[in-house]
């Protein structure tokens, strides 16, 4: 089969399209026939080895970590899905694969893809779903009745985090571009900013929790926002000691991200708050229930109308690493 895989670790890295076997399921494990896979801003951390320190690989490493497919063979021990089940799954991070003809996945990883789209918009969904999921759900703890700001919501996180956060009984404001304004009343937003017309920091009431989208460049204005003792969790400004005791990081590891981090906690202990940073899992469980949502919700991501196939890979990153996408961007097959 054809796989498109990174031979070492570079900040220019470029990946080779090239011929290895077709895998065979473990007893755990569905095999996939990828119909479509997404490019994600991940794949760039992961090829410079920005994220070594969380995931270090041994090379060659096919990459992808995102896709939509059809399963073609099942293990001996998999009782949750069947040759033929239409799927999508964001892979786990200690076995990516998703720029191949075909990947075996564990299935507690998968879940059926919503009947509401097809293969190219469900390929959108299971990474950008399962950071918002998780976000509200495990980092933020967020309890129905409190209020979440997303600055720069009006993208493609907001598009599942908006509807993720109403079905949790969270209050939601947003800021965004002008044209994001009327889609983000449609799904029940409270409050939308215009950022070039208002500064939300100078109006917004005190939120319990903001999720950052932007980044550093950001950070004072959200701080200022959050109620003594609120949480903000960044999806941008990178890893830190809460982060590294979480995922029970090595003492090395825990130190190099304490220190990393060391200004982003004083920052957010001097406002009173806490600082969290979130690297998505894998979970088909959480994504069985974010498919329930995207059906219910009719919620269709939006895609970048350019077309790409495998061996058009590095042009794919390319345009999401310095692009300008006006979705999220697919690799068909």
């Known amino acids: ?26 007893e755990n494990e569905v095999l996939v026939q990828v119909k479509v896979a997404a490019v994600n801003p991940i794949e760039h951390l992961i090829g410079s080895g920005s994220v070594k320190l969380i995931q270090n690989y041994d ?7 995102e896709l939509s497919g059809i399963v073609t063979a099942v293990g001996s021990a998999v009782s949750r899905f069947k040759v033929g089940d239409a799927v999508y799954s964001r892979l786990p991070l200690t076995k990516i694969g998703a720029f191949a003809e075909f990947v075996a996945i564990d299935e507690q990883a998968v879940a059926l ?3 509401t789209l097809d293969f190219e918009h469900s390929a959108a969904v299971p990474l950008t779903g399962l950071t918002a999921y998780q976000g509200f759900t ?38 965004g571009n002008a044209r994001g304004r009327e889609n983000a009343a449609t799904m029940g937003v409270s409050q939308y900013f215009d950022y070039k017309q208002e500064n939300y ?7 319990d929790y903001v999720i ?16 003594s003792g609120g949480r903000l969790l960044s999806l941008r400004m990178g890893p830190n000691r809460r982060f590294a005791k979480q995922h029970q990081l090595s003492f090395l590891k825990t130190t190099l991200f304490s220190l990393a981090g060391t200004q982003l906690d004083h920052q957010a202990k001097k406002a009173g708050v806490q600082y969290h940073f979130i690297f998505v899992r894998s979970d088909g469980a959480q994504l069985a229930k974010i498919t329930e949502i995207v059906e219910r919700e009719n919620i269709v991501p939006a895609i970048d109308p350019t077309q790409f196939s495998l061996a058009q890979v590095n042009e794919a990153l390319e345009l999401v690493a310095n692009g300008h996408p006006k979705g999220k961007v697919l690799i068909r097959f």
């Open 1 to 26: 089969m054809k796989a498109a895989q990174l031979t070492k670790y570079e900040s220019d890295f470029k990946l080779v399209v090239r011929d290895i076997p077709t895998p065979t399921p473990s």
């Open 59 to 65: 090379m060659p490493l096919t990459m992808g970590n």
């Open 138 to 175: 495990e980092e933020l703890a967020a309890q129905s009745g409190q209020s979440v700001m997303i600055p720069g919501g009006s993208g493609s996180f907001g598009q599942l985090a908006i509807p993720i956060a109403k079905e949790l009984g969270l209050k939601v404001m947003v800021s």
């Open 212 to 227: 950052d989208t932007i980044g550093k460049p950001e950070l004072s204005h959200e701080l200022s926002v959050l109620k």
């Open 201 to 207: 920091w100078e109006s917004l009431a005190p939120v």
């Open 113 to 115: 893809k919503p009947k």
